[in-house]
């Protein structure tokens, strides 16, 4: 993957950067190479760079101030909350620094009337939950890094969850945002109401993968937790049948809290790790997870059951407790780690179809895997059909690295050519950056790219991710298109 | 002067004929919306010329279908199907007497209506979209998916931008079942004050509400389910809340509609404001009412609807949401004759910059409703 090439004048200034950001940010910047070394890369750990430097800010005033100065300078900084992203949204820049948001980690208001909670974009996914547990309430969106991965975080990349179906990702979960733009400029979008005045700005910026502004604070959307959470557990003879049963299941009209699938390979290695007691003789294993109140819970498993009946299903348990229930969910949750026993090393890949073509993708995921021999196993978002095949490789074999990544690029082109897209809740980041022309055209992108150019026009915020290139954004004021042809065709490409 | 494009092709011509002579346009569907239209314009440009086919595809609850495509249509389809627009789109017939509009027009206003606080606004359904830039561009975004995170969020970003970005043609809803069963409770609540708590209260718990509304004299709850649960969850939540009177069935529906229609019974002359705000301000809103105004609490307070009567065209609503919520809440005049009040108070200035920058990259000649930008005209 190439990166912008780095800017040699920026990096010979190291050290004038370093002490200018350290009369900011007196006890915050980090410009050792030991010290910055731990911030080389996030969850897609293929990809490793060390920044110029770590600044790491406690007051949005810090914030206004150290980006402020870098757009004067020229300095290109990556906002970093936990460093968990799955695409490398927040891989440094060798001639940049990071921006780690982790001190802000406190959550300043929760509001329990108007059903929000005002937090700061270190604190920690699984936090928001347990600050607010007592008085029976809960952040619904449920990345499985939620220990680890920061609010912050959850809104650049619009995060997802098990409970996307019901509850949605990130986005319609985030009220609003205060935000810092690249040159210091400090803005409110949203807020505890329902709704914004002007352009929807907080949807355009939420999932915006570092690329439009540093969030100081966000405005969650908190919900009062369901009475009652129940589990299915469905065993199928083949992945078709239990497909057709989760299709089945939608067009009767339910919407449940979360469903599920995995593979055989998914399914036993995940029963290895942690005894949930899956049945290891079916293909497929489904989890349907019903929530509400006793009555609603009980009549939606009971619809559940009798259109799996219908549909093949071979094994059926309902969860009789909240510790059973939990270990249905532990296969799932642990099925990455799972694999990661099975395996040296896989590379999770995240692409979105509709789910209709589910049989027909699996069966070109198999495919693509043997041809670069490798193998993989499949956990799915059954209901919204997201899909993350793991691809199982061994790193210290010559070649199988970059095997694996070929095989998670077909994959994905894959998905985007049965009709879906390239990432459902992991972000484009560097990893997919490449591939965004599989599934924009050229307009498409320039109609998004140069968005930018109303936030970042230096183009100093985390380039590099997302977008294959980015639009010179003194030359936006003019009309340039004409009869589809490229308006930059001479752009440089990262 | 008006433009009737018929294909897209036709219709990015246009824009870019219209761009290189500085010909601003006026982006309407059938006009059912006047009082947050296009406003003047040099052109009129009437796009119920564009169709296209519908797929509306039940089981992967997607919807995609053309923009010009009447909003009554698109309802009743989706009823076939046992399935629903969740965020309720208020009809603008209500209002303003033209007619339900287009999907595409209720899409650009961006309003959402009762379900709102509980299934999301209107911009959390729209999954993709097409149309063409101000500057003739014909482009896609977003997806025909329900879960997808590829690339900068412009469906969020058009929705709502009142046809100032961008003229969509073609739009992919996520659609959802329609509750089988629902009932409302009545219960008494004589102020905002009284209401907001009840509201408040009965939303604490889980319990199947998605709606929750209150005019003058009684809060509305809603609770829909299967007609199966539907009891249990009635029973539990009249349990826990203060004394009141059940309607069930097509009488609760008939309710809902006429609240997501602002209660159909908006005097004809009177001049309607929208007001979100928090909802625990909207009893320091009505504080600040004068006594011939009429307040109207939706999204469990968070919508205000303040009716005033003719005569009271110089109310400054702006300055009185502002008053009571700071900066977050704000107004906008749906209907009502022009005054010295603007029908939309001007963005914070760093905001306005940057919505101006936004609207220059998209429309940089300022040819697309420009009357209808954020912080009006340009």
């Known amino acids: 993957m190439k990166m912008p090439d780095p800017d040699a004048a920026v990096m010979a200034r190291q050290a004038e950067i370093a002490a200018a950001l350290s009369a900011i940010v007196p006890d915050g910047v980090i410009a050792d190479a030991t010290g910055v070394s731990p911030y080389g890369s996030d969850g897609l750990v293929m990809y490793r760079q060390s920044p110029l430097a770590v600044v790491l800010p406690r007051t949005t005033s810090q914030v206004s101030r150290v980006l402020a100065w870098c757009h004067a300078n020229g300095v290109k900084v990556v906002a970093r909350g936990s460093g968990t992203s799955l695409s490398g949204g927040a891989l440094p820049l060798a001639d940049g620094i990071v921006l780690g948001m982790a001190r802000f980690n406190r959550i300043l208001n929760v509001d329990y009337d108007n059903r929000c909670a005002v937090v700061q974009p270190g604190v920690t996914n699984l936090a928001v939950s347990q600050a607010i547990a007592h008085k029976g309430f809960y952040y619904a969106p449920d990345p499985s890094s939620q220990i680890a991965c920061s609010i912050g975080g959850n809104v650049a990349e619009n995060a997802g969850g098990v409970h996307c179906l019901k509850y949605g990702t990130t986005s319609p979960n985030l009220l609003g945002v205060e935000l810092v733009l690249m040159d210091g400029t400090v803005l409110r979008l949203g807020g505890p109401g329902q709704e914004q005045a002007g352009y929807d700005l907080l949807g355009l910026v939420c999932g915006s993968e570092g690329l439009l502004g540093v969030v100081t604070e966000a405005t969650v959307r908190i919900l009062p937790k369901p009475a009652t959470q129940r589990a299915l557990l469905l065993g199928f003879p083949s992945v078709a049948y239990a497909s057709d049963c989760v299709a089945a299941i939608i067009a009767a009209g339910i919407i449940p809290a979360g469903l599920e699938m995995m593979d055989a390979p998914a399914i036993r290695a995940a029963e290895d790790f942690v005894q949930a007691g899956y049945p290891t003789d079916v293909e497929a294993l489904m989890i349907a997870e019903a929530d509400g109140s006793a009555a609603e819970v009980d009549d939606q498993l009971a619809r559940i059951t009798t259109i799996a009946n219908a549909h093949n299903c071979t094994h059926l348990r309902a969860s009789t407790d909240e510790a059973q229930r939990l270990l249905f969910w532990a296969g799932r949750k642990a099925a990455f780690p799972a694999v990661g026993r099975i395996a040296s090393d896989y590379y999770c890949v995240d692409g979105t179809i509709p789910r209709r073509q589910l049989g027909a993708v699996l069966g070109q995921i198999s495919a693509i895997v043997a041809r670069h021999g490798l193998g993989v196993a499949n956990v799915f978002h059954a209901g919204d059909g997201n899909l993350h095949p793991l691809v199982m490789y061994d790193a210290s074999v010559p070649g199988q690295t970059e095997a694996a990544e070929a095989a998670g690029a077909e994959i994905l082109m894959a998905c985007v050519d049965a009709g879906g897209v390239l990432t459902g809740e992991h972000g484009v980041g560097v990893e997919k950056r490449d591939l965004m022309e599989h599934q924009f055209s050229a307009i498409d992108l320039e109609v998004q790219s140069r968005l930018k150019c109303a936030f970042d026009a230096r183009g100093l915020l985390n380039p590099g991710k997302l977008f294959p290139t980015l639009s010179r954004c003194a030359e936006m004021n003019h009309m340039h298109v004409h009869g589809g042809r490229l308006p930059f065709p001479e752009l440089p490409r990262f | ?378």
């Open chain 2, 1 to 378: 002067m008006a433009y009737r494009p018929a294909t897209i092709e036709e219709l990015a011509e246009m824009i870019r004929e219209a761009a290189a002579h500085g010909r601003s346009l006026a982006v309407s569907g059938t006009g059912s919306r006047p009082g947050i239209g296009p406003g003047a314009a040099d052109a009129d440009l009437d796009l119920t010329g564009l169709g296209g086919s519908i797929d509306h595809d039940p089981g992967e609850l997607l919807l995609t279908l053309p923009a010009s495509t009447p909003l009554d249509h698109v309802e009743k389809l989706l009823a076939q199907s046992g399935q629903c627009l969740a965020f309720e789109p208020p009809s603008p017939d209500a209002i303003w007497g033209l007619g339900h509009g287009t999907i595409g027009g209720a899409v650009a206003s961006g309003l959402s209506g009762p379900r709102r606080p509980f299934a999301g606004a209107c911009r959390d359904h729209v999954l993709g979209l097409s149309g063409v830039t101000g500057r003739g561009e014909i482009f896609t975004a977003g997806g025909k998916v329900l879960k997808n995170v590829t690339g900068f969020d412009l469906p969020r970003l058009l929705t709502g931008s009142r046809g100032t970005l961008a003229v969509l043609t073609q739009i992919t809803l996520k659609v959802l079942p329609l509750a089988p069963a629902q009932a409302t409770l009545l219960l008494p609540a004589d102020t905002a004050a009284k209401a907001v708590r009840i509201m408040a209260d009965a939303l604490m718990v889980d319990g199947g509400i998605t709606g929750a509304a209150w005019s003058e004299s009684e809060v509305q709850l809603r609770i829909e389910s299967s007609s199966a649960v539907l009891p249990a969850l009635v029973d539990a939540a009249r349990a826990r809340l203060p004394a009141s009177t059940l309607i069930e069935g097509d009488a609760s529906r008939a309710l809902w509609a006429a609240i997501a229609s602002l209660y159909d019974h908006a005097h004809a002359d009177e001049i309607i404001w929208r007001c979100p705000l928090p909802a625990n301000r909207a009893p320091a809103l009505a504080a600040l009412l004068p006594p011939d105004a009429r307040l109207r609490l939706d999204w469990a307070g968070a919508l205000a609807w303040v009716l005033l009567p003719a005569g009271a065209a110089d109310l400054d609503v702006h300055g009185l949401v502002a008053q009571a919520a700071g900066r977050d809440g704000h107004a906008e005049r749906l209907r009502g004759a022009a005054s010295a009040i603007p029908a939309r108070a001007p963005l914070e200035p760093g905001l306005a910059a940057l919505s101006a920058r936004v609207k220059a990259l998209f429309d940089p000649a300022g040819i697309l409703s420009p009357a209808a930008a954020p912080g009006g005209a340009a």
